[in-house]
């Protein structure tokens, strides 16, 4: 009984722990935005991520994180605010092929179920590169959202790839 026990409180375990380091967005900074005298403050906190099939491209995102002492422990479901700004930083290289609305980053949000995802298309006909923040639920998502859009331009001498020529069909 105890080893079943043991078992159960491992695979729930699997489930709260945060995505994989890989998938860890950069943090750049966080500001308090409810202080808060005997708990931790809740704050906005600021990320970057490159984009993982897409060289020359970042994306900066912000995300709420709830303060008290539910925040702190991670009991706290937090809020499905966000903002997303994307950029070409270089010249755009695709690594393979890619889908219409294909995940480039994920990460959980609460101790079970909540995420939040960026995910990426291709505008053809604008040789655009489109991402979309939003967070979800097992359950039931949420509206909340940002887009952003990063036009594939020329980078010194070389000419800009087509976003159209790497989707999958």
Not at 26 to 42: H, M, N, Q, Y
Not at 63 to 70: C, Q, R, S, T, V
Not at 157 to 166: G, N, Y
């Amino acid at each position: 009984m105890i080893r079943r026990l043991l078992v159960l409180a491992l695979m729930l375990a699997g489930f709260a722990l945060p995505a994989a380091a890989q998938d860890d967005p950069e943090l750049i900074f966080k500001k308090s935005t409810v202080f808060r005298l005997l708990s931790p403050d809740a704050k906005l906190g600021v990320y970057a991520i490159d984009d993982p099939l897409v060289e020359g491209v970042s994306c900066h995102f912000t995300l709420p994180e709830i303060g008290g002492w539910k925040g702190w422990a991670g009991l706290a479901e937090e809020v499905s605010n966000a903002s997303l700004a994307c950029r070409q930083i270089g010249p755009i290289k695709f690594k393979g092929k890619m889908e219409q609305g294909e995940e480039a980053f994920r990460q959980r949000r609460s101790l079970f179920f909540k995420k939040v995802q960026i995910v990426r298309g291709c505008d053809a006909k604008r040789n655009v590169l489109v991402y979309l923040i939003y967070t979800d639920r097992l359950i039931e998502g949420s509206p909340e959202n940002s887009t952003s859009t990063v036009p594939i331009m020329p980078w010194g001498d070389q000419e800009p790839q087509r976003c159209a020529d790497f989707l999958e069909e």
